[in-house]
């Protein structure tokens, strides 16, 4: 059975009344009392009844966090962020993770079944239906790692065009013309900042872009994997590729390393994200570093301050993402 607030009184001998002041922080009990419940609570287990409580101050301290998948640490990084932050502040975290909109919908109707005081909603796609679901719902949320056309919602993205950008200024800066780029998903906000990014630099700097040389990767490391492949099987020459992701980046090295070329002695590879396997020792993936941690942290220091006034205007956060300087990439003199 689950310690009740009439068990704490027995235990402490003190009225339930002054249990349930204690329990709900209220200022008027005296140190005797408060040191007897405590007391009481730490002996018997006493668990919160987050319930009971979301009656009284009308809210449960649990906030929803869905993520499209966790094979990628990308979304691992941003978790942590959440629920640190999350924590620190007093809230809980429910955690959602699919792939499918009309699973997707489901696991907003559960949070919301569970009593969850807002939603962080982390996703690629640049149009979502489900938004307007989460409007209609009246509960607070915030968008992680995109905007949506046509919505003022609030979100933290990172400048994925500046990330882009930067690293494809990189490949070019090292004399690298013939630079590939593996695409993320089509209605992904994210992969088409990105791919805007890398026409832009190459613009800049006079290199007309190769539709030959842009694959679609699907963000992941199985798609990276196939669209390496396919490039590497094309005629039109490369010396260095941008993936749009790191899971892409470390599918292609490995078809590359499948069909006997050497990175970066034959290929150039370069990624954005920054994920932990993009460090280990014999990858070594030189990458745009996307700060993970801070988005989710920001992203709830932003739902916390709707969860308090709901009737604020949406707050927007964008965060700069900076070069990881590895050793998958290498200078080359570019051909005349």
Known sequence: MRV??????????????????????????????????????????????SAARSLVNKKRGMIGLIV???????????????????????????????????????????????????????????????????????VPYVLLGRKLKGSDCSYVICND????YQATRYLLDLGHRQIGFLFGKKNSYSSIQKYHGYLAALKDAGVPA??????????????????????????TEFTAVLSGNDMMAIGARDAFLKRGLSI??????????DIFWARVRGIDLTTIHVPQYEMGSKCFEILWRKIEEPQSGPEHCVLDGHLME???????????
């Open 264 to 273: 970066p002695e034959d290929i150039s590879l370069m990624g954005i994200d």
């Open 210 to 235: 190769k539709e030959a040389l842009i694959r679609t990767g699907s963000l992941s490391y199985r798609g990276g994997y196939e669209a390496a492949e396919d490039l590497a099987e094309g005629q």
């Open 326 to 336: 590895r050793s998958s990439c290498r200078r080359i003199t570019p051909a005349m």
């Open 4 to 49: 009740t607030i009439k068990d704490i009184s027995r235990y402490s001998g003190v009225s339930t009344s002054t249990v349930s002041r204690v329990l709900t922080k209220n200022p008027k009990v005296s140190e005797e009392a408060l040191r007897k419940v405590q007391e009481a609570i730490d002996a018997l287990g006493y668990i919160p009844n």
């Open 161 to 164: 065009f500046q990330s882009a």
């Open 68 to 138: 499209p998948e966790l094979e990628n640490p990308y979304y691992t990084e941003i978790i942590h962020g959440v629920e640190e932050a999350a924590s620190a502040k007093g809230f809980g975290t429910a955690l959602s993770c699919h792939m499918d909109s009309a699973v997707d919908k489901q696991s907003i109707f559960k949070l919301l079944e569970l009593g969850v005081d807002g939603i962080i909603h982390a996703g690629p796609l640049q149009n979502d239906q489900l938004i307007d679901y989460l409007r209609m719902q009246k």
